[in-house]
């Protein structure tokens, strides 16, 4: 069993600026289920890193763009990686709990699980030489500092000795509670729960110059069961005041009335950085917080609505306008007994409309949320003191009674926010998994921009898609790969990666690996990932930069008759012809997979000089079937694959059949205990293949095999060897 936590993309925007900016991409991780094994699997996809210390719950916790270092928490340990050079021995710090904490956890009867530990959780820069590190502390956070060293080279990783600071506030006491948190001008904020039963779960401010200040504490309008996601500071406007912190979190909803609303629901919440609390009411309390719920839904055709309203992941992707990054949310279907999945996305601009609409109401604890259509108080609830609409009230101190009452009360907005286009990107539905991570890369192709999803599944893969535009109104997304993450097979280093952490480890994934989509220009281009192009040889990496006027790529329309002109017909040539038997009156199962998943398949037999299509037969994903064999069935098989217009022959096999008794008297004599070889003439040479006596069609059984088992790498023939040397002395002899 592994679980899929946090992932985080290296980062490849350059004109992200260093040091303080760097974030860290916290994620909920109980996302447990089997591994799967996948057939898209390339073992050199997944690198495996392993630790010469007992640990467990990997989570990735900063990119350190300073320094090129990628920084992991796990159960007492941490780990600094070198990005650029990630076989280079990892700096660690060992960082238990007290031993005494250990103790006093253990008789509360907290540590079944092994949860009177310290868990790393938090990693954050603090100035240009030290991190601020917090970790559970077996149910008593606990927070010091690292000595990083001013720059790389100083290959420097180490706590500040004697330094201890009480974690409460900053990190959750159990392990499993999720907790989100930034440092901001020092000043930390996160979203924890800040006892140790985790029924009080705050967005707490706390360190710096600043008072410490949280939620209203135990009440259910501004959050209830909360689980946070994800936070990051969104600039508003030019205006430092206006600096706010956008978080996103799921909770329980409080409509719960007769099931008719759902249990749980997205929210995006957010206050202002310069928030002091109120004077009177409102005291050490956020008096600019405010939330909205975010939609996420799909229209079936039968008219039906599948809403997708647990939260799992946000991932904030910058663009030139540092006020408008694009907010990607993955969500999956609340309940357990329908598995979906679905990736929204919305626009600040759209969250901020919502912010500046309607709040919603609420007259007592049985009543529906309502539109608030009174007075509202001015400065607008919500509205950062010394903003650009506040610039004579120096303080949130200064907000009157009457509008720090107001949004104690009505905390929610009215309208939900909705996705762009109002429908998700990517949907899941019907399928035996649930996505669990998401990371967004922009890559530059040769026709354009595109944006590239990686998300992780509760399977162990990592899904690749790409979303095209289709028309104004709408998209069309494509699932390019399917990455088997966990396990191992460390090869080559490839220069752009994705970092995948979970329980079981971390691993390192590459971006792309043009090679899978086949040795076609035509497959190359089918395939539609903008990470590739034609280069005239092969399907390989593509840059922008070495703009070669030969390479071929299409990742709009994914045409290769324009594209790959010439070089389809030498393909169709190079295809090689497999030979395949069937026994008279059993099955076999024809093999036939099209690189890319959007393909449409079909199959044609050929029998003298005649093709027509193949009779009744049980079709998969991976070929056919053909049932209860005859002599009829023998002949040609061409597997057509079709996608977008374009036709191509992806697999060819001359089926051959097996006369029946010929078969059953050859297995009946290799079933004998001491098998009564037949008597090899002393002076023939010993070969594997067969020879008179044998009927011609043994013969080429014997062929077959010999050209099957030669094609097997070193390891499985050895595999091979060991598991079938009982056979060998028939094998030896042509029976094998
Ligand atoms: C690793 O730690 C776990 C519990 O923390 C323990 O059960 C296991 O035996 C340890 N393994 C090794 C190899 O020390
Ligand atoms: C960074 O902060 C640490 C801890 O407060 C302090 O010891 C160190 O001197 C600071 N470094 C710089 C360069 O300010
Ligand atoms: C704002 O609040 C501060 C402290 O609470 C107070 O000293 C000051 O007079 C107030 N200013 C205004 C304009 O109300
Ligand atoms: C062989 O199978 C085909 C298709 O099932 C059937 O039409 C045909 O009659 C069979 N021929 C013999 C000789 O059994």
């Given amino acids: 069993r ?24 916290n994620q909920p991780s109980h996302k447990k289920t089997s591994i799967f094994q996948t057939e898209l699997m390339d073992t050199r996809a997944a690198r495996p890193f392993s630790f010469s210390f007992n640990t467990s719950d990997y989570r990735i916790l900063l990119m350190d763009q300073d320094q090129g270092r ?51 959780r938090l990693i954050e820069p603090w100035n240009r ?49 999720e907790n989100v948190a930034i440092l901001i001008n020092n000043n930390l904020y996160a979203g924890v729960h800040i006892d140790f039963m985790s029924t009080d779960a705050a967005l707490f401010r706390t360190m710096g110059g600043r008072t410490a200040i949280r939620t209203e504490q135990y009440d259910s309008r501004w959050l209830n069961e909360p689980v946070f996601v994800q936070i990051q500071q969104i600039p508003d406007s030019a205006q430092k005041n206006d600096d706010k912190l956008y978080f996103f979190f799921r909770e329980k909803s409080l409509d719960s009335n007769g099931g008719a609303s759902p249990t749980v629901l997205a929210r995006v919440g957010r206050v202002c950085l310069n928030d002091e609390g109120g004077q009177k009411s409102l005291v050490n309390r956020w008096t600019t917080f405010l939330k ?106 200064n907000f009157t009674d009457e509008a720090v009452n107001f949004i104690r009360a009505h905390p929610l907005m009215f309208h939900p926010v909705y996705p762009i286009h109002r429908r998700p990107l990517v949907v899941r539905t019907g399928v035996d998994y649930r996505f669990t991570a998401l990371v967004v890369d922009q890559v530059d192709a040769v026709d354009g921009r595109y ?55 971390l691993t390192q994934v590459s971006l792309h690996r043009c090679g899978v989509y086949g040795r076609a220009c035509s497959d190359c281009c089918l395939a539609r990932d903008p990470y590739c192009a034609w280069d005239g040889e092969s399907c390989s990496a593509f840059t922008p930069s070495t703009k070669r006027r030969s390479r071929r790529q299409d990742v709009k329309h994914g045409d290769p008759l324009r594209q ?75 597997c057509l694959a079709t996608e977008n217009n374009f036709k191509h022959t992806v697999a060819r096999v001359a089926l051959r059949i097996l006369d029946r008794d010929i078969v059953l008297a050859l297995t009946a004599e290799d079933e004998d205990e001491e098998p009564k ?43 091979r060897k060991r598991t079938s040397r009982r056979h060998t002395e028939s094998q030896d002899q042509g029976l094998g």
């Fill in 677 to 719: 070889t037949r008597p090899v003439e002393p002076h023939q040479p010993q070969s594997s293949f067969v020879s008179t006596p044998f009927p011609p069609e043994i013969r080429l059984i014997n062929q077959y095999c010999q050209s099957y088992w030669e094609q097997l790498s070193p390891k499985q023939q050895q595999q």
């Fill in 564 to 638: 790959c002109r010439g070089f389809n017909a030498k393909v169709e040539k190079r295809l090689r012809e497999t030979m395949q038997f069937g026994v008279e009156g059993s099955s076999t199962f024809l093999e036939c997979q099209p690189r890319s998943p959007q393909a449409t398949v079909k199959w044609l037999f050929q029998r003298e000089g005649k093709r027509k299509l193949v009779r009744e037969i049980l079709k998969t994903n991976h070929g056919i079937l053909l049932k209860t064999l005859n002599q009829t069935d023998a002949g040609l098989y061409h």
């Fill in 129 to 177: 030489t030290h991190l601020y590190t917090c970790g559970t502390g077996a149910y008593q956070p606990i927070c010091t500092f690292i000595n990083r060293g001013w720059r790389a080279e100083d290959y420097l990783f180490r706590l500040v000795p004697g330094y201890v600071d009480s974690g409460k506030g900053k990190c959750s006491y159990d392990p499993k509670q």
């Fill in 451 to 505: 944006e590239v999803l990686f998300l992780g599944t509760d399977r162990g893969t990592v899904q690749k898609v790409i979303v095209l535009p289709k028309d104004p109104t709408s998209f069309e997304e494509l699932t390019l790969e399917e990455v088997e993450v966990f396990r191992v097979s460390p090869d080559e280093i490839q220069p752009r990666n994705l970092y995948v952490s979970s329980d079981a480890g």
């Fill in 2 to 25: 592994v679980s899929l936590g946090t992932f985080s993309l290296r980062p490849t925007l350059k004109r992200m600026p260093p040091h303080t900016q760097c974030r860290k991409s």
């Fill in 292 to 397: 909205a719920r975010l939609i996420c839904s799909v229209i079936g055709k039968d008219g039906v609505e599948t809403r997708f309203d647990e939260l799992r992941d946000v991932f904030i992707q910058p663009t030139q306008d540092e006020r408008s990054p694009m907010v990607y949310a993955l969500f999956t279907t609340a309940g357990s007994v329908f598995k979906g999945s679905a990736v929204c996305v919305y626009s600040m601009a759209d969250i901020r409309n919502v912010f500046n609409g309607p709040f919603a109401h609420k007259h007592g604890h049985n009543y529906q949320w309502t539109e608030y259509t009174g007075k509202i108080p001015y400065p607008r609830p919500g509205t950062c003191p010394g903003g650009t609409f506040t610039p004579g009230i120096r303080s949130s101190k």
């Fill in 70 to 120: 990628l920084y992991l928490g796990s159960q007492e340990y941490l780990v600094a990686l070198d990005m650029h050079n990630v076989n280079k021995e990892p700096l660690i710090i060992h960082w238990p709990a007290p031993a005494k904490r250990k103790g006093e956890c253990q008789m509360t009867g907290k540590g079944k699980q092994g949860e009177c530990a310290n868990f790393v």
